[in-house]
């Protein structure tokens, strides 16, 4: 039984957007460090954005380079759940996308074996 559920893949033009919707009925998201991952054929799985809320209710996200002023990742605490915008595209970020989520501390640089749940996938692709 999947844990996260993810939605809004689908297949794009470069330079177009996507919203990807990762939701849980599990455990609530407050204080959860929840991320997204994406993989490409042959390539290993790589954190794409993360982000938790802190003790003080403010969000805290987190960004690999390759997507830093074209994603953003926030999350809604009343729906339990997190998203990813996705904007101006590039052939490169075409790949399965996964949610994850761990109970701890929430870094981009966290391997995915760090992670205790995950979704199914949802597939982006971005054509020239």
């Known amino acids: 039984r999947d844990q996260l559920v993810e939605s809004g893949g689908g297949s794009v033009r470069a330079g177009g957007s996507l919203r990807l919707s990762c939701k849980t009925s599990?455990?609530?998201?407050?204080?959860?460090?929840m991320a997204w991952f994406r993989q490409a054929p042959g390539k290993e799985r790589e954190a794409v954005a993360s982000i938790y809320t802190d003790y003080y209710g403010g969000d805290n996200a987190f960004y690999t380079d390759s997507v830093t002023g074209r994603f953003t990742i926030s999350q809604d605490l009343a729906k339990n759940t997190v998203y990813l915008q996705m904007d101006t595209l590039k052939p490169d970020d075409t790949g399965m996308y996964f949610c994850?989520?761990?109970?701890?501390?929430?870094?981009?640089?966290?391997?995915?074996?760090?992670?205790?749940?995950w979704g199914q996938g949802t597939q982006v692709t971005v054509s020239p």
């Open positions: 994850a989520a761990r109970f701890g501390g929430c870094s981009i640089n966290l391997k995915p074996d760090a992670y205790n749940y």
């Open positions: 599990e455990f609530t998201i407050s204080g959860t460090c």
